[in-house]
């Protein structure tokens, strides 16, 4: 086949194509999907120089597969995909969100740099990964301001999320990378996608994904990945092949079919959770909203009273954790995925107990806001000291 040379694309146009360049000259239409764990090979000696060429560089094996722990065909079409959305030249993907971040650091350690700086919210998990140590790494929490200053001869990675998880905070992602000078940054980009910010462009070296959320959307795939130069991709498919955290490749089909709606997706629920957020800021039963300047389908807010009874008042909206579904989802990150975090770190980072975190999905706004308006209820200024309201089954909170 004569390949003209293509223009840049955009990122809708990517999000549908790439990773999927060689179908028409595969005969076919959809992705295959390839479930072997293994593959018959009867050169053992070509077989034995691609292992070997892995094992010395972490390349992607040339030629056939040869195990499904090193690679599969399916996955690597969506970490093409992925690593286009993102800008980057790689990208690697994993068991889940969490096995990608333990492998992140676990290339660092192995070098000797065990030393992490990271700025606080983090998703509940990874701060618990950091701060328990479990990997051996020792982990110094800053202000975004105090992470030059924290940078060690040993310090490994600088990890920071943005629009932070639950709390939304956003950090200039461009100055960060500044204050890491040698040393890289890793931005968890789960709440933004590529749709919204790529920080690759603004100087991140290492770009995260818990792929679970968005990048799926429908709320039925756990994944992680990390889009990156080839030089730490390498590393981090040796680290996979060695610990095992593989995705599985109906869930790298999955991924790939997810991203061809990722920029119409993130883009209509972030519409909704605009208006959403706005409605919210104006109800006096609301004491705070958190709403991402840069946009974004994920709203926060505080209320006057009761979090646990906006959660048990709601009935479109599915009270569960986790998020960027096409369905809307909230909860109660003190209780459920903050839980994990001391409750004074949590407090000292802005995880209020009042704080709810609300997935927005692509249901019509109106019938959003009429399940919320009831779930709020009785909260607020007007009913603070009325415990008869509380307790009673006929508030609109306790449907
Ligand atoms: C969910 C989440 C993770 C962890 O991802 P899993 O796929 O659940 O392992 C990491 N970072 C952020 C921001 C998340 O929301």
Same mark, same amino acid.
């Given at each position: 086949m004569t390949t003209a040379p293509v223009p840049p694309r955009s990122l809708a146009t990517e999000a549908v194509h790439a990773g999927r360049e060689d179908l028409a000259e595969l005969g076919l239409h959809a992705p295959p999907l390839d479930l072997s764990t293994t593959y018959p090979s009867y050169d053992s000696r070509a077989e034995a120089a691609r292992i070997d060429a892995f094992a010395t560089t972490g390349a992607q094996p040339d030629g056939p597969p040869v195990y499904a722990r090193l690679d599969n065909p399916t996955t690597a079409r969506f970490e093409t995909a992925l690593a286009r959305l993102e800008g980057t030249e790689s990208a690697v993907a994993f068991a889940s969100g969490m096995a990608a971040l333990t492998a992140c650091l676990m290339v660092r350690i192995s070098m000797g740099l065990r030393h992490v700086v990271a700025v606080r919210p983090l998703y509940g998990c990874s701060d618990h990964l950091l701060t328990a140590g479990l990997l051996g790494s020792e982990v110094t929490w800053v202000d975004p301001a105090g992470v030059a200053e924290a940078?060690?001869?040993?310090?490994g990675l600088v990890i920071v999320e943005s629009?932070?998880?639950?709390?939304l905070a956003e950090l200039d992602l461009r100055a960060i990378a500044h204050s890491c000078g040698e040393v890289p940054l890793l931005a968890d980009n789960t709440f933004a996608t590529p749709v919204l910010q790529r920080p690759a462009e603004l100087g991140a070296r290492i770009v995260l994904h818990s792929a679970t959320k968005y990048l799926g959307g429908h709320g039925d795939v756990l994944g992680g990945v990390v889009a990156c130069d080839e030089e730490f991709a390498r590393k981090l498919r040796q680290v996979r092949f060695a610990t095992g955290g593989v995705l599985h490749p109906l869930a790298g089909y999955l991924l790939l079919r997810g991203l061809s709606t990722l920029p119409v997706r993130v883009r209509a629920a972030s519409a909704t959770a605009a208006e959403l957020a706005r409605r919210l800021e104006a109800d @006096?039963? #609301?004491a705070r909203v958190h709403y991402p300047r840069?946009?974004?389908a994920m709203v926060a807010f505080e209320v006057q009273d009761d979090p646990h009874a906006v959660i048990a008042g709601v009935?479109?909206?599915? @009270?569960? #954790?986790?998020l960027g579904s096409v369905d809307s989802l909230i909860q109660h990150p003190a209780s459920?995925?903050?839980?994990?975090?001391d409750e004074g770190d949590r407090h000292a980072s802005g995880v209020s107990d009042r704080l709810l975190r609300m997935s927005v999905g692509l249901e019509d706004v109106e019938d959003l806001w009429n399940d919320l308006d009831a779930a709020l209820g009785a909260q607020g200024p007007a009913l603070a000291g009325s415990d008869v309201m509380g307790g009673s089954a006929q508030g609109p909170g306790v449907r």
């Open positions: 940078i060690r001869p040993d310090t629009p932070a998880n639950p709390t @006096p039963r #609301v840069l946009g974004g009935r479109l909206i599915t @009270p569960a #954790v986790s459920i995925s903050h839980r994990i975090v």
